[in-house]
């Protein structure tokens, strides 16, 4: 489960060290089609929820449109709010 998490994304430009205003391109594939592309952080969402369970990424396919969600372990969550996608938090741990 933990490989299939780890590859379903990754930061396809480099952070260079530094967070900088750089824009951020993920790599992604889609289930549906198994098209692969590369998505903008505003292309994408992200759902934390209370356990990682929960914690989803999701895009919309740019091939064939289907709503694709994933589970998204700490890594990509790292990956993906250094990146700047849009976070949806849907459980507050205060
Ligand atoms: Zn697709």
Redesign the pocket.
């Known amino acids: 489960m933990s490989d299939s998490v780890l590859s379903g994304v990754s930061v396809a430009s480099a952070f260079a060290g530094m967070r900088s205003v750089a824009p951020v391109v993920f790599k992604a594939g ?1 289930p ?4 692969r592309f590369e998505l903008a952080a505003s292309a994408l969402r992200l759902a934390i929820g209370a356990t990682s369970r929960t914690t989803f990424y999701s895009f919309t ?1 740019p ?4 709503s ?1 969600r994933k589970p998204a372990g700490e890594r990509i969550v790292e990956l993906l709010t250094g990146g700047g996608v849009r976070t949806l938090r849907l459980h507050s741990t205060l």
């Open positions: 889609c549906d089609c198994r098209g396919c091939e064939c449109g289907a694709v």
